[in-house]
């Protein structure tokens, strides 16, 4: 694809669900980053991986957070037992190395109710 | 902990006019940084990015400008057009190299 794309973009759950974010990064991307971003302000890293390693996870803001990338490229972050204040929208980007310069997918919008 | 903040959360210009957008960082070992817009229900689109061994760099009618001994940055976008309203973000890659650090943003809102 052209660009880093993200499923679904618009997602309700009801507070105590689990839910699962995908991110489709552009091919060859070797680094891939996942970010929060609450209404009204600027997005806050959460994890990276490089290839299938997950490197840094400092973010992930409770251990209900869990994000996953198996084979290198699709990566899904997965927050169990939803809570209101999870209500954002999550960004997902990817650079073809560490230092470059980051592509946004469109991001999906977490509501919980 | 390393911040990055923008001046002016609102900056209304005239179509034609040039426009400047301010941003501090608090990370003197960042050294790479980038300045990114966002429209409404879309993901930060990289605008023009800039690295420390450098104190400006020219885009197409866009000019960033790195100041580190204040650290500040700003984003002159020249004969703002009303495709350039938007929300902007600057953002500072941090001294890992693995994430990116961003500001809060700056509304620009372009009047015809």
């Known amino acids: 694809g052209a660009g880093v794309s993200q499923s679904p973009r618009y997602k309700v759950a009801k507070r105590g669900q689990d839910v699962a974010l995908r991110c489709d990064p552009i091919s060859g991307h070797v680094s891939l980053f996942w970010y929060q971003q609450a209404l009204g302000q600027g997005p806050e890293f959460l994890t990276y991986?490089?290839?299938?390693?997950?490197?840094?996870k400092s973010g992930l803001p409770s251990d209900r957070f869990f994000a996953e990338r198996p084979e290198g490229s699709v990566s899904t972050l997965k927050i169990q037992r939803t809570q209101q204040e999870d209500s954002a929208v999550y960004l997902c980007?990817?650079?073809?190395?560490?230092?470059?310069?980051?592509?946004f997918g469109p991001g999906t919008r977490l509501t919980v109710t | 902990g390393e911040s990055v903040g923008l001046h002016l959360p609102t900056l209304s210009v005239q179509e034609g006019d040039n426009s400047i957008i301010n941003c501090a960082y608090s990370n003197s070992a960042s050294d790479y940084f980038i300045w990114y817009k966002q429209e409404s229900g879309k993901g930060p689109q990289f605008i023009i990015d800039i690295r420390s061994n450098m104190d400006k760099r020219q885009g197409q009618r866009v000019t960033v400008l790195l100041n580190k001994t204040v650290k500040h940055l700003s984003l002159q976008i020249a004969a703002t057009q009303p495709g350039d309203s938007a929300v902007y973000f600057c953002a500072a890659l941090g001294e890992y190299g693995n994430k990116l650090v961003f500001g809060a943003g700056t509304i620009l809102r372009v009047k015809s």
């Open positions: 980007a990817s650079s073809l190395v560490r230092d470059y310069e980051q592509y």
């Open positions: 991986f490089q290839n299938e390693a997950q490197l840094d």
